[in-house]
């Protein structure tokens, strides 16, 4: 009896198109599967670098200002969070704690930063004797109790505020409202996916070696060139891929920001294809074909071993 019903999903197919229809299934379970997994790790670092202790970063900064206000005799100091704790990219054990210490007394503009920071210096080697301080031409870095917090002076002239610039030698206006706006702006536009995918690129940009590594600003920078006018998929796996494919191009030149912050955020890193660069360039670039390697072979502990900064 032949009857019209019945017959099951593939009747009409041939045994050779099930088998295709078969195996396409399959490998989109797989490609789920392999997706979830390997967003549930991400989510779990991400978990790890949110871990922070932001009162101990307070506290630790209120006692730079109590031994620098001791020092620097009738001039005021306002701390302002600069950086990675107000953007929320700070990520616990790798990023510095950039920390504004705006003065505000007499004749500040006629004193060269580099003799700000000299004060700032002979202090904070008298007063944390015990922590690891780091001085370059724009700030110095104190580390204490596993906490990095990089302190730059900023004088206010007017509305604008400056801070040292390149050489140390004098006064730079720099625009941190307008960088802050533009990384919100950005950031929102892309599911508030770029701050999570900042914090991952940070950890894994930590396992360069020194010289090598790419400064926090210079990352976030780098991530609202790489996502502005970004269209993929708005979830941090995908755009940590973006990242990485857009950065190993875009290290090797120099930011062109309107925000006024580029001279700040890459000039350390020299001239268009400077061998800076060009090692800044090769390390973004093999960790771009390592994760295009995981996603070929399906591999969660591949991208594990990426996101663990292990190497293979």
């Known amino acids: 009896m032949g009857g019209s019903g019945g017959g099951g999903y593939f009747r009409n197919e041939s045994p050779e198109?099930?088998?295709v229809s078969l195996r396409r299934e399959e490998q989109a379970t797989a490609n789920q599967t392999f997706e979830a997994e390997v967003s549930a790790q991400i989510g779990d670092l991400l978990s790890e670098y949110n871990d922070r202790d932001e009162d101990a970063v307070r506290r630790l900064l209120d006692k730079v200002k109590q031994s620098l206000a001791a020092k620097l005799e009738d001039i005021s100091i306002t701390p302002v969070f600069?950086?990675?704790?107000?953007?929320?990219?700070?990520?616990?054990?790798?990023?510095?704690?950039?920390?504004?210490?705006?003065?505000?007394?007499?004749?500040l503009f006629d004193?060269?930063?580099?003799?700000?920071?000299?004060?700032?210096?002979?202090?904070l080697r008298r007063r944390f004797k015990d922590a690891n301080l780091l001085r370059d031409r724009m700030s110095v870095t104190l580390e204490d109790d596993d906490l990095n917090l990089q302190l730059l002076p900023a004088v206010r002239k007017?509305?604008?505020?400056?801070i040292p610039s390149a050489s140390g030698e004098e006064w730079s206006k720099i625009k941190p409202e307008a960088f802050f706006r533009k990384l919100t702006e950005i950031n929102d536009q892309c599911g508030r996916k770029v701050v999570p995918t900042i914090k991952i690129v940070k950890g894994i940009n930590d396992t360069f070696s020194e010289g090598q590594k790419l400064s926090g600003y210079h990352i976030e920078s780098l991530a609202i060139e790489a996502f502005r006018d970004y269209t993929g998929p708005q979830n941090t796996k995908a755009m940590i891929e973006h990242f990485f494919d857009f950065a190993k191009d875009g290290v090797l030149s120099p930011i062109r920001d309107s925000t006024g912050?580029?001279?700040?955020?890459?000039?350390?890193?020299?001239?268009?294809?400077?061998?800076?660069?060009?090692?800044?360039?090769?390390?973004?670039d093999r960790v771009a074909r390592r994760i295009k390697n995981a996603n070929a072979t399906h591999s969660k502990d591949k991208w594990i071993r990426i996101l663990n900064q292990e190497e293979e």
């Open 17 to 19: 198109s099930v088998k």
């Open 111 to 123: 004193v060269p930063p580099s003799d700000v920071l000299d004060d700032f210096e002979a202090e």
């Open 158 to 162: 007017g509305k604008n505020l400056l």
């Open 82 to 107: 600069g950086g990675s704790v107000r953007k929320h990219t700070y990520v616990n054990g790798i990023s510095d704690v950039d920390a504004l210490l705006v003065l505000k007394g007499d004749g």
């Open 261 to 284: 912050q580029s001279v700040h955020v890459d000039g350390y890193a020299g001239s268009k294809k400077s061998d800076c660069r060009k090692l800044m360039a090769q390390n973004l």
